[in-house]
């Protein structure tokens, strides 16, 4: 069974820099994307980053660019996403996600097409 637990959310003021992780176990996930999404409170659920596993790909959403920076570690099984510059507007609460996908293809397919999810964790940044 697949579990996915995140950590290294809180509370953070607009400019500073946070990462989370997720730590990723029940399956080898070869073939596999690794995604963050985040869903803030009356909002959709929205694509962060996503990397694939076994190949040097990632694909971020235009609105992170430049200030996240998603990465891997095989050997520990670790997701990471490095926020930096962040924003009041991107507080929300930060979803690990993973699925039989490319990079590219986890962040255009609809977030309810996502097979397996972290419980979140918060991240609040303020002005």
């Known amino acids: 069974q697949v579990q996915l637990v995140e950590s290294g959310g809180g509370l953070v003021q607009a400019g500073g820099s946070l990462r989370l992780s997720c730590a990723a176990s029940g399956r080898t996930f070869s073939n596999y994307a690794m995604g963050w999404f985040r869903q803030a409170p009356g909002k959709e659920r929205e694509f962060v980053a996503a990397i694939a596993w076994s190949v040097p790909s990632t694909y971020l959403a235009d609105s992170v660019k430049g200030r996240f920076t998603i990465s891997r570690d095989n050997a520990k099984n670790m997701v990471y996403l490095q926020m930096n510059s962040l924003k009041p507007e991107d507080t929300a609460v930060y979803y690990c996600?993973?699925?039989?996908?490319?990079?590219?293809?986890?962040?255009?397919?609809?977030?309810?097409?996502?097979?397996?999810w972290g419980q979140g964790t918060q991240v609040t940044v303020s002005s």
């Open positions: 996600a993973a699925d039989m996908a490319t990079a590219r293809s986890m962040g255009i397919m609809s977030h309810s097409g996502i097979h397996y």
